[in-house]
């Protein structure tokens, strides 16, 4: 019989549940103390989860474990080892153990470590998280890691991630105790991922060496029709696709991922898939699955699935929305809302701290979502401008301002004062949906950071939020400590109302696509970093230095190294593109059109012969047209071969990065303005590959 959902969700998911039935009850007692205290795990408590678990998942078809980790490449990375444990006789019996558990040993020589491969031993280690659940794929027991160098320098985006959830927690529970609330021993981020991406025929794109090579089309000119009609967007779903999605679900929901809203998104061929949130690294690792599960599903469909920011030019690319809160332990949403004066007062200290987190940690918030891919969306008009403003909508403006004018809490200087806010509204989603030009918009009990790339792990935007927030929840501690615990309501208005006015600069509920914002940005003095060279220098600038360490987020090395890589994955992303553009243009794009120029030439000359004058001169018209074109691309292709050379030629660092971006991309771009001219007029045919028309309008 078919399993029902809720009996398949979680299915292959070694669930809380699994483990209070099958461990000893003092075991999972300390394991729980463990993940919910994050204190030190015993090594019997350790083999008494390694027995369950094998026990487990053997019974569930694996046979074999693997750690799991998230090197910094931002992909995942695994190496599996089998159960079996050699005994007499040539048997074998199924075996792991604690310590197999905790710890893994892979060879980190061969991931990215930028500044930490130079000084310490290339040597890497895997440590179980036990704060996301292990789980089977394929015939193999996934377990979750983080992954640290021997000297204990963080390797992955795993553990900085974690540092930055402790530290938000600890900020946030002392400015809670302060406001009385001693209750709380937990402050939990949580995040619930929206995830966009393209469906493509497998055939069509087994042709397209761009799309293999670089995730994009480095050619191509606009279709007959793009998505101007917006009729794709919510639209009906092609019966392929829909089975697709179907079988994705059913994917995710076995690995316990609550996908739970699917549709069609505004480019052709574009879609959508957002699950239900979780706890930001539980979240993390499943939106590492999810995008995994989803390019090997549509394989199983004869779909391929990008992932790439801008896989065509001229339709949008896709992102991310990050929607991200704060819940405590006890189960209170702290972004949301209160019903009385004293949870109002908790909310707007949260939400400045969000508003000052924002405003004075801008340049780290974008240099999270800088990427190759990103650089062609943002600032596009389709996705957020680079510009990292905040969208609270009318009526949490309105209450700002209030606040600012002392309308709100009442006058503060005043002693007497009331302490009771006026009750604020739980504000109606509607009211806060309706910008979808701002970067960063609050939207009821939760903020949305909508510039993330679509195929960027999620983790460093939210170390960045995380630990931002922290550092203002702990500055705002700083100020409230010595106050007078009688008048902290007054302390706490007054820290509101100076934090409001201080950064309300970052707040813009405008229109974000326009030239008049930029200006108004660069008058308020905020950051618009354009490019990915432009974003990087924040992760070493030395205020962002400064949080990192103080918090614990990062040490210095780790940021140099992560700074190198981010530098490296840049400048090589662009280098495949430039030699890859260079390759379709030199074996595909310039014989085809020579061919067809060969093939024109020849049909005039031979009406010449018959005395046919009038196609003839139409022909000989096409012919310059295209002979002028083919110059133009080869002439360009050559500037790029001379250019990719000198890049190649200069030191790994800022500058090269800076080059590829303003010299070679600036190539490539001029390489397709004269190829997307003459690709229209090249019949089909001559190009060994499909154009747009025939990639995004299929039937
Ligand atoms: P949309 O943005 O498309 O209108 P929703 O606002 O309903 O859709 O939800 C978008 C995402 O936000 C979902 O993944 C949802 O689970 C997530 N979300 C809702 N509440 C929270 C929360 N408190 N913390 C983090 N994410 C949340
Ligand atoms: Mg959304």
């Known amino acids: 019989m078919e399993k029902s959902i809720p009996e398949l969700f979680g299915s292959l998911v070694f669930t809380d549940k699994i483990m209070r039935d099958m461990l000893p009850k003092d075991m999972y007692k300390a394991l729980r103390k463990t993940i919910d205290n994050n204190t030190h795990l015993e090594l019997d408590v350790a083999n008494a989860v390694a027995v369950a678990m094998k026990e487990w998942a053997v019974e569930n078809g694996a046979t074999h474990f693997t750690h799991w980790f998230q090197p910094m490449t931002g992909y995942t990375a695994e190496k599996h080892d089998s159960f079996i444990c050699p005994i007499d006789k040539g048997e074998v019996i199924m075996d792991f153990s604690g310590k197999e558990l905790v710890k893994g040993e892979p060879d980190a020589s061969s991931f990215p470590s930028g500044g930490i491969r130079a000084t310490f031993e290339a040597r890497g280690y895997t440590a179980w998280d036990p704060t996301s659940p292990a789980f089977i794929k394929d015939g193999t027991l996934y377990i979750p890691t983080a992954f640290c160098s021997y000297s204990g320098e963080a390797l992955d985006k795993k553990t900085p991630l974690l540092r930055s959830m402790d530290a938000i927690s600890r900020e946030a529970v002392k400015v809670l105790k302060l406001l009385g609330k001693t209750d709380v021993t937990n402050v939990l981020t949580t995040v619930g991922p929206e995830q966009e991406y393209f469906l493509i025929d497998i055939d069509d794109y087994a042709k397209r060496k761009d799309l293999i090579f670089t995730g994009r089309t480095l050619l191509g000119a606009p279709a007959p029709k793009g998505q101007e009609m917006d009729d794709h967007y919510f639209g009906n779903l092609r019966t392929r696709v829909a089975a697709f999605m179907h079988d994705l679900d059913v994917e995710l929901w076995k690995l316990g991922i609550p996908a739970k809203t699917k549709h069609n998104e505004v480019a052709p061929c574009q879609h959508e898939l957002a699950p239900v949130f979780d706890t930001t690294n539980v979240a993390v690792d499943h939106n590492q699955l999810t995008m995994e599960i989803m390019k090997k599903v549509a394989e199983k469909h004869g779909f391929a699935c990008l992932l790439h920011e801008k896989p065509f030019a001229g339709i949008n690319g896709s992102g991310k929305h990050n929607n991200w809160s704060l819940t405590t332990n006890t189960g209170e949403n702290l972004l949301n809302p209160g019903k009385t004066p004293g949870e109002n007062t908790q909310f707007l200290i949260f939400l400045s701290a969000v508003i000052k987190a924002v405003d004075e940690y801008a340049d780290l918030l974008r240099l999270s979502v800088a990427s190759a891919g990103n650089d062609h969306r943002l600032g596009a008009n389709e996705a957020p401008p680079a510009i990292i403003s905040m969208f609270l909508g009318d009526e949490l403006t309105a209450v700002c301002e209030a606040i600012e004018k002392d309308e709100y809490f009442g006058k503060v200087e005043n002693v007497q004062m009331e302490t009771g806010a006026k009750v604020l509204p739980h504000f109606a989603k509607d009211t806060t949906d309706r910008n979808r030009t701002s970067p960063f918009a609050f939207t009821g009990n939760k903020f949305e950071f909508r510039s993330l790339g679509s195929s960027v792990s999620i983790a460093g935007p939210n170390i960045m939020l995380n630990t931002a927030v922290a550092e203002s929840l702990s500055f705002f501690y700083e100020v409230l400590k010595d106050k007078d615990p009688e008048r902290m309501d007054e302390a706490v208005h ?28 660069e008058a308020r003095g905020l950051f618009n970093l354009k490019s990915t060279p432009d974003a990087m220098g924040a992760l070493i600038a030395e205020k962002n230095k400064k949080m990192f360490i103080k918090h614990g987020i990062y040490t210095e090395t780790e940021l140099q190294s992560r700074y190198e890589i981010r530098i490296e994955n840049y ?24 061919g067809y120029i060969d093939d024109l030439t020849q049909s005039a000359l031979s009406k010449k012969e018959l005395g046919i004058e009038e196609a003839a001169e ?80 299929y039937v």
């Open 494 to 521: 007054k820290l509101v109302k100076d934090t409001i006015i201080k950064h309300k600069r970052v707040i813009f509920n405008g229109n974000g696509y326009t030239e008049e914002w930029v200006k108004e940005a």
């Open 571 to 594: 400048t090589k992303t662009l280098h495949i593109e430039a030699l890859t553009l260079k390759d379709m243009i030199q074996k595909q794009f310039a014989p085809a059109l020579m």
């Open 618 to 697: 139409t022909q000989k018209d096409l012919i310059k047209r295209l002979a002028g074109l083919y110059d133009k691309v080869v002439k360009t292709t050559v500037n790029l071969s001379v250019d990719v050379m000198k890049a190649e030629s200069m030191e790994p660092d800022i500058d090269q990065a800076r080059f590829y971006h303003d010299t070679v991309l600036a190539d490539m771009e001029e390489i397709r303005k004269y190829a997307d001219e003459a690709e229209p007029l090249i019949p089909e045919g001559y190009l060994p590959y499909p154009t747009y028309e025939q990639i995004l309008f």
